[in-house]
């Protein structure tokens, strides 16, 4: 039987425990135990799931989903030593790119999350969608056989660059200006903001293309169709930390492209004054 923990207990841990959960054996891990109300936003359909305290779990487990925010990673790692045996898989389910360097003493993949949903206290709101992007070889080919019969959908990729850039550039128009303007996906129907979104993308295309990713000529207006289908009323990841005053992940996803940019000495205007603004609030928030 393959054990399975899940470390962190927001939104898209808790959303990736439930689609799972068809699975024998998968542990919720967090800060302290605790339960969790999860719903499903389209059926309103609720259900108590349990979490576990990650400092007192002394179990060692096959597979680790790792599905904190980038910044909360360092004080995790510390704990994968107890948790983990030799052939675990630790796969990170963040946000960003640039975290997998830390975990070079362990078989750790980077995946591609596509779960929207927010927590406010001990309530997780489930909007949509339970897929997951991997690299694909032996040990993932096994993994996804093992998870076959559960409700996540597990797409195992030749190249899972092509598809971290391309959430990395999802996640740059949207959360950026979602969380700069402070509102959530109807921000786009200001023309300016709507314009502003544009101009990211494309600027986020050209350091995609000079790291050797290629994409089609209509990338920009295919993201900005995705997020055409995005519910008014749905927020990003970066939205809710900053109306709750938590942390952003700008590091990993504004800051990882503007250092790339500055290495390939890329113009970004765009991309450097958000970058400018967005760490600018993380620091007035005691970040």
Not at 70 to 98: D, E
Request: aromatic share 8%; charged share 15%.
């Amino acid at each position: 039987m393959t054990k399975i923990a899940i470390i962190g207990a927001g939104a898209v841990g808790t959303s990736l425990a439930v689609a799972l959960q068809k699975h024998s054996s998968v542990t919720l891990l967090g800060r302290h135990t605790t339960s969790i109300t999860y719903e499903e936003a389209q059926t309103s359909k609720k259900q108590d799931i349990k979490v576990h305290a990650l400092s007192s779990e002394s179990g060692q487990f096959d597979v680790i989903w790792i599905a904190v925010k980038t910044y909360q990673l360092s004080h995790v790692i510390p704990h994968l030593s107890r948790i983990a045996h030799p052939n675990t898989i630790v796969i990170l389910a963040q946000n960003g790119y640039g975290q997998l360097d830390q975990l070079a003493s362990y078989r750790a993949y980077q995946a591609v999350v596509y779960i929207s949903g927010q927590k406010k206290d001990n309530h997780v709101v489930h909007f949509r969608d339970q897929t997951i992007h991997i690299q694909r070889d032996i040990h993932t080919e096994q993994l996804a056989e093992t998870l076959s019969h559960t409700d996540l959908t597990l797409h195992l990729e030749e190249n899972i660059e092509y598809k971290i850039w391309y959430k990395l550039l999802v996640n740059l128009g949207i959360n950026t200006v979602t969380a700069l303007g402070r509102d959530t996906a109807r921000v786009l129907k200001h023309h300016e903001m709507h314009t502003l979104c544009r101009k990211l993308l494309i600027e986020g295309q050209h350091i995609a293309q000079a790291e050797g990713i290629t994409f089609h000529s209509t990338l920009v207006d295919e993201i900005m169709a995705i997020y055409q289908g995005y519910p008014d009323e749905m927020g990003t990841s970066m939205y809710y930390d900053t109306i709750n005053h938590q942390p952003l992940e700008v590091d990993a996803i504004q800051g990882y492209l503007y250092h790339r940019a500055q290495h390939y000495q890329i113009h970004t205007p765009y991309l450097e004054t958000t970058y400018t603004l967005l760490t600018y609030q993380n620091k007035k928030q005691g970040c």
